[in-house]
């Protein structure tokens, strides 16, 4: 599964926990999640390891293409939202 993202592109779903990741494949996201206190920008080629369960937001600053990789099973259902321009 691959998420293509236009500038300002808001994706939402519930993380599964431990167990998925999160790869920029092209342009600038940022994510944050549910009951972490921090927020993290990545970058082509970067990767982040979701660890906790809950919601999970992911905003394109550039055209993006992210690939979420799933390592256990169970996937989540996305909500995509799009920019107004």
């Not at 550039?62 to 939202?81: A, M, N």
Request: proline share 2%; aromatic share 4%; with cysteine.
């Amino acid at each position: 599964m691959h998420m293509q993202m236009n500038k300002g592109d808001l994706i939402t779903f519930d993380s599964i926990g431990r167990g998925m990741r999160i790869r920029c494949a092209i342009g600038k996201v940022w994510i944050t999640q549910e009951g972490d206190s921090r927020d993290y920008l990545l970058g082509t080629g970067q990767v982040i390891e979701l660890r906790l369960r809950g919601r999970v937001a992911i905003t394109a600053l550039d055209e993006s293409l992210c690939v979420p990789e799933f390592l256990t099973r169970g996937v989540p259902s996305l909500k995509v939202s799009h920019a107004c321009n």
